[in-house]
Each structure stands twice: as C-alpha cells, then as structure tokens.
C-alpha cells in the first residue's frame, strides 16, 4: 500500500493529520496541555523575560574592557535576541521542555565586571565558550546528569520554592514597590513609601493577576500583562514626568521606530584562548571555574523547578535531562561566540508553565518572538518591568506551594532546605542558595553519623562549593592579586 499522502500512526492506523502530528511530537494531549494553553504559555514566558533584551545590554554596554574599549548598545540587542531564539527553538525542539534561555543575570555582570576590566572583550567571551564546551562535555559524559540524580528529592524541592520566593523578590524590587531602606536593607517603596504611577501598576497587576487565577480564568497573566501594558502607556501620555525605569511604555512614533535593521556586529568577535596571555593560568582556571558552578547550578536549579512546577518530573528528574543540560551547555557556547555573555535556562518560564505550558511548543512561540525582537525591539521593549513583574510575583506563589512536600521534622532534610530557601532572596543568588544548602546537607549528614547516605558526588559538589565560597582567600593565598 502506498503511504505517500497518507502515515500510520502508533495508536491504529489511522491516518495522521497536520495536527495530530504536532500534537504527538510535542506529546501535547499526553502531557494534560493544548495547542491554546502553550500558546498562550509561551506568549506569557517572552513577555516575562523581555526584559533581557533591554537589561543584557545595558550591563555589558555599561562598562569598557581593559584597553578602555566598549561594546554597542544597537549591536548587543542583536545578540541578545539571537542566542535566546535560536537556544530557546533548540530546547524546545530537541528537549521538548517549556524552558526558554537568554543571557544569565548574574552571569552577564560577572563578565562586565568580574573579567572585562582584566581582559579585552573578545578574550573574556572566549572563557564563556570555553566554559560552554566544558558543560557540554559533562553532559555528554553524563556527569552533569548524574549530579542531578545525587541530589535528594526534598532538596530539590527546596530548591523550587527558594527560587520562586527569589523571582518573587526580583518581581517586586523589579517595579520599585521595594527598595533599599535608610538604615536596612530593604524597605516598601522609596523610603518607606509607595510613590508614583509606575507602582501603582505593579500593584493593580498583582491584584489583577490574583484575582483572575483566582477564578481560574484561562490566559490570567498574559491578560494582566497586556492589559497593565495598556494602562502604562496611557498613564505615560497624559502623566508628566513618569520615571519608569529601564523600560518606558511608550509606542514608536513611526515605522522607522518599529522596524529596524539587525546588527550582527559582534558574532564571532571572541578570542578562546586569548585570556591565557593576558592573565595568569591558575587566574584563568579559577575564572572559569566560577563561570562553570554559576551557570550549572542556576540551570540545575531552574531545570528541577520548572519542571517540577509543570508536573513533569519523572523519579525526581526533568525529562530528556541529557538533552536538556547539553542544549544548555551549547547556550553557553553560543552566548560566548555572540559576544552575549552565558546563555541559561531562564526561571522565567515558570510564568509560562503557570500559564498551562508543559511541552516545547511553547519554545517554538518564545524563541519565534526572539527572532522577531531582532526586528522589533522598540515594541518588545514596550512593556515596562512594572507591568511584566506580576507574573514573577505570582509564579513564586505557584512554586511556593512545594513546600508541602518537604518533611520538616526530619531535620537532616530539613535544615538544608530550610537554608536553600533563605539564602537564595537573602543573596540575590540561587547558585549561593544551592550551595549553602549542599554544604550543610553533607555536615548535618555527618554530625547525625549518616555519612553512607550520601552520595559521593553530593561531597564533591559540596568541597566544590566550598572552594567557591572561599575564591577571594584562596587567591590571597595564591598571590593572585
């Protein structure tokens, strides 16, 4: 018989049409989702992290390398847009899971301030693609997964519900409804005082977005979003003197405003091993060490809860792990290559989850509006982060609610957990809450005479940890600077 117009699918042979096909790819129906719901998922997913396309360049832009030399703002918004697209795509397609990638925070004011002042800007991109290639070596050998697989089940939720009180933090220190106070860290508003339109947003977003999850109502953060959006432009027409922050809601004025030229400048402008002549090895090595526990905790983090958040985890593991922490790993390369900084999972794409995400698709939707930021970057950077950070606050609800699955009368898990949850919002870090957390995972382990259950690879992650807590004495030591 011939099969030329027509294909046998698994179930009984019936003939597979456009959509059936799509659905089977991305296991759609099997995953509990539907076309809508990642639609929508992976419109909410772009407009969350959008941000990076204003923020990535703006703190590798903001600083010159060691010969006084600076990067340009038009050229890295090309290379933001770029690397998260075509990564963002990549996942999806080859790992099937709603997580999106774009330049690491942290990552990116590493590389602006930790090596471009030692180094020139192609040299200091060449250790980010040397980290890559280091991270797609484990994951090929399958270290990185193995990793993953060491780390207890109540730890990993730990690590859910301290990154979703983390991006709660970022949310509301996002859009100024907190800051830093007179006398402590942090404290409501500007000095103890909510003030200004821009707040005002922020809060009628959160109630917004509350409100309609409350209700159940289909699409509730893409409809806040869009809607605050709405009431942030027309407060910053008739309004005088609106500071907003990074991102002004105000639309183009002219097709010229809209529609522009991509500036792919910067591809290929690295050097790989051009950091070697410029600085010591042994400063080299540590360099790129911090690079690499920075990026594999973050993702390993954001992988487990995301994942987890979407209900997806099998045996406490993300789905296609392998796929998924080697397409991370070539982010990474790709990041460096593009002169973006280190590409990673953004934790972001638990606001698409939360919006019914569970498949790749939702990918194919957020890398497709990367691509097209490359066009049109004024519109993308038309929503403000106080219109944008309802989302973060109500995905760290979402995520909070893991922590019922933690045994808190079992203090040898507790304890961790608890110090994972309180050290990620308290450092701006979930790499240091990860490792806070590994360290008196293994000691308290010790302390209650249990060192065989732990894995040996939980001890070498921790010793791991240990050094990079201690980088600063032990460069001392090493007459490093």
Known sequence: MSMSTTEVDAGGGKSASGASRLDAFFQISERGSTVGREIRGGL????????????????????????????????????????????????????????????????NAMVAYGLAPIMTWPEAMGLVVLEGLLICALAVTGLREKVMQAIPMPVKQAIGVGIGLFIAFIGVINAGFAGPGDGTPVTLGD???????????FCLGVLLTFTLLARKVKGA?????????VLAVIINTVADDVQWGLTTPELPGGIS???????????????????FGQISVITVVLLIFTLFLTDFFDTMGTAVAVTN?????????????????????LATVGGGA???????????????????????????????????ALFFAPLASAVPAQAASPALVVVGFLMMTQVAGIDWNSYDLAIPAFVIIA??????????????????????KAAMGRTREVHWLMWV????????????PIEQVLGIR
Request: one cysteine or more; aromatic letters at 8%.
């Open 423 to 444: 050290v990620m919002p308290f450092t701006y870090s979930i790499t240091n809450g990860i490792g806070a957390g590994f360290i008196a995972y293994v000691v308290v």
């Open 191 to 201: 000095g103890g005082a909510l003030r200004g339109w821009p707040v005002l947003v």
């Open 309 to 329: 958040e979407a209900g997806l985890l099998e045996d406490g593991r993300p789905p296609r792990l392998g796929r998924l922490l080697f397409v991370d790993g």
């Open 257 to 275: 405003d809209i529609v522009a030229a991509p500036d792919f400048g910067l591809v290929g402008a690295f050097s790989l091993f051009g950091a």
């Open 221 to 229: 953060i893409l409809i806040s979003i869009v809607a605050m959006t």
């Open 44 to 107: 909410v997913t772009f407009f969350t992290m959008a941000y990076i396309l204003v923020l990535n360049p703006v703190i590798l832009g903001g600083t010159t390398d060691v010969n006084g030399d600076q990067l340009e703002v038009a050229q890295l918004v090309t290379v933001t847009a770029l690397v998260a697209a075509v990564m963002t795509l990549l996942m999806g397609v080859t790992a099937n899971l709603p997580i999106a990638l774009a330049a690491g925070l942290g990552l």
């Open 338 to 372: 593009c002169s973006a900084s280190s590409n990673t999972a953004f934790i972001e794409s638990a606001s698409g989850v939360g919006e019914g995400a569970r498949t790749g698709l939702a990918n194919i939707v957020t890398g497709g509006l990367f691509a097209l």
């Open 461 to 472: 992650t921790a010793a791991m940890f240990l050094v990079y807590f201690a980088i600063d």
